[in-house]
Every structure is written in C-alpha cells, then in structure tokens.
C-alpha cells in the first residue's frame, strides 16, 4: 500500500490504486460522489508517507491538517470493478495553505478532477499555525522534488 | 422526518436537522469532512419529498439526478452530539442545472458553506436530458414559491 | 430528532425514524449491509438522549461505550426511498454489559434483527470499568421503566 | 491491490493489508466498529477476483452474493495510522451458504474476528439459487485448494 518516492511512481503525480467496491458505489451501479472523498484523503495520506511523515504522528505531535476547501468536477462515474488511479500533486505552497490537485482516472479516462486545501493547525490551541512546522515543511520539500523528476 | 412546505419551515431555506453522531466523527472529536455529504444528499431529496417527488420514483420511473459539481467552504467543525442544522435552497434554475446551496449551522454559527450542481439524465441512454421532465419542473416550482414565502 | 420517553414512543422499544437515502443503497438499489450500522448506533445515541444522557458528554466525562460483538441477521433488505423505524430495546444487564437489541423494519416487514454489546470503559485507563459509572446507571434505570410501560 | 493465488499468499488465509485513514476512525482515534465491515468486504471481492471471478461480472451476469448474517468480535482497537491485515477464509461450504471467516490484525495483534455468511441470489428472481452457479463453484474450488497449501 506504502508507496514509494521515485519518477516512476510519480511522473509529476503521486499514484494510488484503488478498486471500485460495492460498498462504494450506490443504486445506480456506480461509485457514489462522497465516496471519492475517501480515496482522496488516503492519496494524500499516503503521499505524505512516502515523503516520510506518518499523519498518525503528525497528530499525535499535536499537528492537525484539517481541509478548509474542496472543489469537485463529475466528469464520468466510476463503476463497480472498475480499477482507479486516485493521482495527486500539490501545488506550489500558497502562504500556509496545502493545495492537493487530484485526477481520478479509469485506463486512460479521467472521471473525477478535484482541487482540496489544507493548513496545519495546532491542535492544543486550535489555531492555524503562523509558519509550516519543520517536520511538515521537510516532506513538502522532498514531495516537490519527486513531482519535477521524469520517468528514465 | 419528512417535512412539510411552509413558510415557517422554510423562510428561504428548507432546514433539515441532525445530530453529529459517533459515526460521523473522526479522530479529532468532530464531523469527518467527508461526512457533510451524505447529510448534504439528505437534505436534498427531503426538500424534493416536501414538494411532492419521491427521489425513488424519480429513479424508478428512469431519471437520475447526480452531482455534477461541488463546492464546499469548512468554516468551524462540528462537535459530536451537537445538534446541526443543515440548511439548503435552490438557486434560480442554470439552464438545466440544479443548482443547490448550503449552510450548515449548530446554533446560529455557520460551520459549512457549499454549493452542489445536478443535473437530470435519461437513465436508459445515459446522457443529460434536453428539457426538465415535468414531473421535476413542478416540484421545483413548489420550492421556488415555497423559498419566496416569508414566515408570519 | 431526539425523543420523548414515553410508553407510547416505547411501548417496549425505543424507535428511531430515518429513511434509505442514496448513500445508503449499494449497486443493487438496496441499503448496504453496513449501512445499518450507522442506524443502529444512532437509535442508541438518541435511546440515552431520551433517557437523560448526552453520549458527547459522557465521552468528555471519561468514560466510553465501544462495541465489544455484535450479530446481524439480515432478512429482507431495505429499499431507496423507503421509511424505515429502528427499533431498539436494552436487554437485562448482564453483569457490566449493555446488550441492544434491535429490530429494523419498513411498514411492518422485519428488515434485520440484531443483537450489539458494549462495555463502560474508563477512557483514561483504557480499561473495562468494574462498576456502572452512577450517570450511566440512572440512565438505564429510566430506559428499563420506560421499555415496561404499557401504552395506554 | 489484486491478489496472486499462492500458498504463500495464502498458507490458509487471504491476506488483504490496508492502512486505518482518518475516514476510518473515531472521536476515539481508533477505527469505527463499522468501518471493518468495508474492509472486509474488499478482502472477500479481492479474494474472489484472485481466483478469477470479478464481483461486478459476476452481479452483471445476474447473480449477487447478499450477506444474510454476520458475527462480529471486538478484541482490541485498530488505531489511526496503523498497518492492518484483513485476513480471511472460506470454510467448508455448508449447503450453499459461503461462511467468510474473519481474522483482522496489526503486527501480530488480533484486533477484530468475525464470521460472515453470503447465499448465491438470481437477481432477476430475486430469490436464493438452489444449486451453486458453475462459475462460483469453479472459483470456489480453487480457493479451497489455495488454502490447503502449506508455504514452501
């Protein structure tokens, strides 16, 4: 599942597969449209392991990164069996602000594109926090040189 | 839980209540983000069963409305157990798109804003229908003049 | 939402209303077989709220209620669209443990029937508490007479 | 994410690993109790598809696999971030009922066990199938074979 940081795998975007399964999808056969939420947050969990930050940790370090803002497009729905490619990139750091671009794709077909941002919050106090923690700012580093490497 | 179309109820908005449940939650004691959609879709064919359609029928008989579109705004967190109020009206029809707007609300403090569009499919051939089947266009017709109406 | 202890709202069971909204159904246009779970935490929740106890609060006093088993027998399953009562009941305390159970059921059909057992822990310790925690207790006691009482 | 039919793959169980996401938990940081009830239905759908039945082929062809009913043993909480094994087997058939057998642990820990029992539908009938469709059966036959083998 722990994907690992190379060009291949990125090619400018972090990839995780995942299959359509029938506790996805609703009556009309396909995935329904809240259930893309979850394979885009375990993208982006995943992503961030992959550069070296556990978010388990990460909040037990009394770090949060709740989402502030989500934009979805339906292009065309997934259906059920279908094999998924959840791919996601982040943008260039807006002030504090993590913005995860997210292309969901089935062999060649994109279905779902979506934009979600992120801050870093300091759980004690439940503010935003003034400037990236270290531990966070060093994945984020290491997650752009991976998206601006080409596959050999 | 079904509600009835009155100026009360309604004064703008179609209000539909709920309570932050443990399955709604995750591990920071709040809604999961993700969550808010299913209570979102709700609210949203409980304001269609207040002007009179059934979303069932509506399938059965071969339309199908999905999420085109999809904006959400994350303002505070809901806490578990807190009683929501999850408010939404229909914006004055795009074309052929329904466009749905929310607030969702814990005792006068907006937590979520967002914006859903559907649109209405043939479900046989599988694409957008050219005109609102009239089925449809009443019961939009019933939430317009039932949005306009102020309470007494 | 929240409900009034009563014999007529008892009558040996406790019910809690909801409907099977999209999010709930899978490919075959029926609820999924997980989905009732949500439900029947929910009429657990609101069961407690009526008796006097709010879960959020009981959660910030230190104690939890997790699932310890659970059995699910599924008869019919539910459909889009349709209105459903879960019912539940407090079975006998068994020593420290709450067994639920439940039946779920559309306009008289027995849907599915269940049976789920929690225990008090103290959340600090992270272990089984030896005695009912006195709120919790009381609790139980109104829940007991109200589930006796006859309608009238 | 698919499965290669291998005795070690199997040494008498499916192995289906996945990690506890924030989707997956709770207030208490630990997974929802009926958050493994997906998990569990990957690792069947997965475990199927390695001996070479797709689940929606399957569905498309006519026939579904409901869950009639389900036993589920609570032992020790998954918590956020951890690297889970959701491992399961098919135990002898008893007529024509599929029992699931479930073992879900964390490095070794045994956090959840359950049984979970499916009976083959005609989807068109709407009723269980009084003998086992041919292209289950296959797919059934192999399964058991994978299981007996012993590791190399």
């Not at 400018?12 to 009309?28: E, I, L, S």
Request: glycine share 6%.
């Amino acid at each position: 599942m722990v994907k690992i940081l190379s060009p291949s795998t990125y090619n400018g975007w972090f990839h995780f597969p995942v299959r359509a399964q029938p506790h996805n999808t609703d009556y009309g056969g396909v995935v329904w449209h809240g259930a893309y939420l979850s394979w885009m947050e375990s993208a982006r969990v995943e992503c961030l392991q992959a550069a070296g930050i556990s978010f388990a940790d990460l909040v037990a370090e009394g770090i949060d990164l709740p989402v502030v803002n989500m934009y979805l497009r339906y292009h065309v729905a997934v259906k059920m069996g279908e094999a998924v490619d959840v791919m996601t990139r982040l943008a260039p750091l807006e002030r504090l602000r993590l913005n995860w671009e997210y292309e969901i794709r089935t062999t060649g077909k994109l279905c779902v594109s979506a934009q979600v941002s992120l801050v870093a919050i300091d759980r004690a106090k439940g503010k935003v926090m003034r400037s990236m923690p270290p531990i966070l700012e060093k994945a984020l580093e290491r997650i752009a040189i991976a998206q601006s490497k080409q596959p050999t």
